[in-house]
């Protein structure tokens, strides 16, 4: 059975040490946010997780969801678990105190949701896309709507969906055919059928709140006739009667079956609109960058659990002898942590996770300041920064989170086939995280298309301008020279990349197009190197420090080495195909496929 | 539901045009292999894969193998199926003549090989075990064993296992515990539990017949003392008495469902030694070479069916615009099919494919070779070639074949992760061949360790020089210069990382070892990329035709240019990687992981 210890040390030495989360009680309203107070809770969260949850994440997968009569019944305990989590206060602590909310920064939020996903990635589903309606809510709502509905999603007693896709439609929401009727109340009869719906119908809380996209009779087609509507499962004006919304069944997937993805039948269900008539997608995506935000999470979270698996794996499994004698004649055959190539796999899972990490703490840190920050200045960069990384976030951290999960997978050999020993879970989940809030080839577009060129490339350019003024600062420093040097190699490519869609693709937009994953992943490559080297720097001040801690950082100092060596030089081969530009890409005539 | 064309066109292609086919009759015994005869084979394979195997692939994955009171019933259709199979003669294709064979080039039988994998991979290993079990027997029975169980294995009125893996041991077969213990009558008494045995117990066939890797008591510890034998479920000579071999129990996997894996339990089981006593690994590694060379078929095959549904989705689905302005204003939105990431995806898949089905088709053709010629030299320089590329078949075409299915599931968006519609099967399913038949970390090992310096590395120079000597003669051809310069640089680039290797790795194995992985995949691109010229240098040549073929010929040489331009680049990120040595991936203490 897979076991999963939340990395707390390396939480917080990202935290505090490498990103300076001590600063955080210098913005309004975060005051209370010591180091005395967080910590308990990071503490707090991984015993919940790590006790609760956790345990679930196997039988869930394998016993799944149910759908009988309508309703859902999720896998044994998980309503128990649930409970405990709502009572423990969990669903509430990124929210707003206004509602019943905890306030948390974003930046100790997705450190708790690391450990979620980690945990059991279809359990921590529910309060997450609850939680994605709690921020819909609160940014869109009347104070009204707001009142009725959202202290019930703060404390978790109601749970949200957002109910975007069709049948006919995912990434082009233009399509969305879901029609809704004014009534003479100013409310509305929302009909038509939407899939995909996770969390759309289950038995952990007393009412589900979707969040509907519709077109209201007569409004334009494509995307400015789209509005967003609140469709409560039970009518909480008319003391409780069902609304006209029911799940017509379940998808059978290929993971996260602890989840329930449903279909979702409206049949003049009544809503109201949120937000302004025919401006729903506007308030989606609101909600959908902060979701993103969250799946890079979880592209994390699986790589976390599923590398330490595999560690103990490579520690207890013998085969084979080491390259460069046995480590343990006494023994059968050495522990398989002793190959070079099992190394090499679990060095390449690690050294993307502390730098992955670093950078979601990073960014959030960024969110907390764009929401907090007194001077409007601050709040700007800080909103550029993150309207840039989320693209980056999401698409990187999913593909790699996943690859990981494999590559760990192949640590176990045949092993890891095996359903009992959990590694194909991690797969099978993580897998999912490429796909939805935007599958991957859409954030990358997003990057490329929109947010480069937004504001005159000011976010790029601001970006640019901090990793080149570390290079610069730290270049000279010979004990960085390791870390400083390939970065400055693989920006300079970026750089390169960002100048050769500006020369090539203006007049032709597959150019962008044809290049927009690989700039993404050299983005990525850049961003988690530039990571590397705040860490390296924090490592290197606390080196000669006492007891374990020298050693560790000396650790760190050594992954950090390996990313540089081994993972950064990938920079090299996007590069080269952002190059070849779309000529080969789009050659063929569509009948040739 | 997913569907498959066998792609005859580009098999043909590639066998006859590319690779000389014609040639085959040139070969001793092999003078009936004419065009005439090798083309309804394929023809009638195709329409076997498609009508009858294809169709129980998804059924199969979703109903499993059930075992109840210590049998094996396979899913709903197999048994009709395999029935249908066995009649028309597929079981015998590859085999002996002289036991009931039909005695088939390599080269075609692989390419049927293909089809099957593509089909139904659970289906197709009941056959390709089996003919495992042949491979052995064949090479190492006694004549007395070869004629009382081969033409029953040719036939395929009975099947084969291989069981080699115990719960302790896979990789490192020394650890194996299973005992013999001699009878009086020349035949032993075999003890011990096999797991992860595909086959093992069945409902298929009428007899199965268990190859078993065990330690004749009073055996040297290791390696050196393991014996083959052969164990019946039923006994020939005692007239079908069942033997004490049994299945245990299945295990529950991610994939390939519908392909009993069995643990079997030996308890005093009667058996007969193979070959000589203590030498069972060498009779192992015989068929496990050829198991090798067709596992890396099966990735192939697995991205080729995913690419074929992958295409067809992406031509119907409607979602945006191209990027160049709307394609079909007519419709509500364009096919995916115009957008440039989907292409890159589709391209890169179909890119692999062509030019892998040519690499094996080409070591195929060595085997034949090797296994055929009256030549001497020409028989030892074929062998020279299969050896230094099977692994690099083995462990390159699952890495790559599995990563494919992964890219045409995300074509599909979050529809790919639903299982009807097939394409999270495709993934399940091709992750097995990483693992299965020596994990693919082994074949880099195998490749960097063994193969490279066999004989002096005379098959490593025999492969450098021949590439070298098309690049010669073709490297002024302005035709084929976007082919054959790239191929120069990454064959110089494989070049380097070998010389670093000899520099550095003699006094170090863990230096070879860390790069071992690189080296494959490195080794695995000028292959292909190797396999690209000549497709090219073909369709070049054939690019006057008149009709579709000059159009299918530009696209070809359109998807070898995409190959060159955006696969091959990859070479210099391996050389980087390889070059970085050992140090970061051996420095960390045990204990830090």
Same mark, same amino acid.
């Given at each position: 059975?897979?076991?999963? *210890?939340?990395? $707390?040390?390396? /939480? #917080?030495?990202?935290?505090?040490?490498?990103?300076?989360? &001590?600063?955080?009680?210098?913005?309004?309203?975060?005051?209370?946010?010591?180091?005395? $107070?967080?910590?308990?809770? $990071?503490?707090?969260?991984? *015993?919940?997780?790590?006790?609760?949850? !956790?345990?679930?994440? #196997?039988?869930?997968?394998?016993?799944?969801?149910?759908?009988?009569?309508?309703?859902? #019944?999720?896998?044994?305990?998980?309503?128990?678990?649930?409970?405990?989590? #709502?009572?423990?206060?969990?669903?509430?602590?990124?929210?707003?105190?206004?509602?019943?909310? !905890?306030?948390?920064?974003?930046?100790?939020?997705?450190?708790?949701?690391? /450990?979620?996903?980690?945990?059991?990635?279809?359990?921590?589903?529910?309060?997450?896309?609850?939680?994605?309606?709690?921020?819909?809510?609160?940014?869109?709502?009347?104070?009204?709507? *707001? !009142?009725?509905? $959202?202290?019930?999603?703060? &404390?978790?007693?109601?749970s949200g969906t957002m109910c975007l896709t069709e049948p006919q439609c995912g990434t082009d929401l233009g399509l969305v055919r879901t029609r809704a009727a004014p009534q003479a109340d100013g409310s509305y009869k929302i009909t038509g059928t939407k899939i995909f719906i996770s969390a759309g119908e289950h038995d952990l809380v007393d009412n589900i709140i979707h969040l509907v996209l519709a077109r209201i009779e007569g409004a334009p087609e494509g995307t400015r006739g789209i509005s967003l509507f609140i469709v409560p499962k039970f009518l909480p004006a008319a003391d409780g009667v069902r609304n006209a919304v029911s799940c017509g069944s379940l998808e059978e997937k290929m993971g996260i079956h602890g989840n329930a993805t449903c279909v979702m039948n409206y049949d003049g269900a009544t809503g109201w609109l949120m937000g302004e008539a025919n401006r729903g997608l506007q308030a989606m995506f609101t909600m959908m960058n902060e979701a993103r935000l969250g799946v890079g999470v979880q592209g994390l979270a699986q790589s976390e659990v599923a590398y330490q698996n595999a560690a103990t794996y490579a520690k207890t499994r013998l085969a084979g002898r080491a390259l460069s004698g046995a480590k343990f004649p006494q023994q059968p055959a050495d522990p398989i942590i002793v190959h070079p190539d099992v190394r090499r796999m679990l060095m390449s899972i690690r050294a993307f996770n502390e730098a992955a990490r670093a950078l979601v703490t990073w960014i959030a840190l960024k969110s907390d300041i764009a929401h907090r920050s007194a001077d409007a200045k601050e709040r700007q960069a800080a909103e550029d920064y993150l309207g840039l990384m989320t693209p980056v976030i999401k698409g990187v951290l999913t593909d790699q989170g996943f690859a990981n999960t494999v590559m760990a997978q192949q640590v176990y050999g045949g092993h890891g086939y095996i359903a009992e020993n959990g590694m194909e879970q991690f797969v099978r989940d993580a897998r999912i995280a490429m796909m939805y809030e935007g599958a991957n080839g859409i954030q990358a577009l997003d990057l490329v298309g929109r947010k480069l060129p937004k504001d005159g490339g000011r976010a790029l350019q601001a970006f640019f301008a901090e990793v080149s003024a570390h290079i610069k600062e730290r270049g000279a420093d010979k004990e960085l020279t390791a870390y400083v040097t390939p970065l400055s190699q693989a920006l300079g490519e970026l750089q390169q990349a960002t100048m050769w869609f500006l020369q090539n693709a203006l007049g032709n937009p597959d150019q962008a197009g044809a290049g927009a994953t690989d700039y993404m992943h050299l983005f990525g490559l850049v961003a988690l190197g530039y990571m590397w080297c705040l860490i390296a720097d924090a490592a290197r001040s606390k080196a000669a420090s006492a007891d374990g801690v020298a050693e560790r950082m000396t650790q760190r100092l050594t992954t950090g080495r390996f990313f540089m060596e081994r993972m950064l030089p990938a920079a090299t081969t996007h590069l080269a195909r952002i190059k070849a530009g779309a000529g080969s890409v789009m050659a063929l005539p569509t009948e040739a496929f």
């Open positions: 059975m897979p076991a999963y *210890k939340a990395p $707390l040390r390396d /939480m #917080r030495y990202v935290l505090y040490d490498v990103m300076g989360g &001590d600063d955080l009680v210098a913005l309004p309203g975060y005051e209370d946010f010591t180091r005395d $107070l967080v910590d308990p809770i $990071l503490e707090e969260a991984a *015993k919940v997780c790590e006790e609760v949850i !956790q345990p679930l994440n #196997r039988s869930g997968d394998e016993e799944g969801c149910h759908f009988e009569n309508g309703m859902v #019944r999720t896998p044994k305990g998980f309503a128990e678990a649930y409970k405990t989590f #709502r009572e423990g206060g969990w669903t509430a602590i990124a929210c707003d105190p206004a509602y019943g909310g !905890q306030g948390l920064p974003a930046a100790v939020n997705l450190l708790v949701e690391e /450990m979620i996903c980690s945990s059991n990635l279809s359990f921590g589903m529910y309060p997450g896309l609850s939680h994605g309606a709690y921020v819909s809510l609160h940014g869109f709502g009347s104070e009204k709507l *707001k !009142q009725t509905y $959202l202290p019930k999603l703060v &404390d978790g007693s109601w």
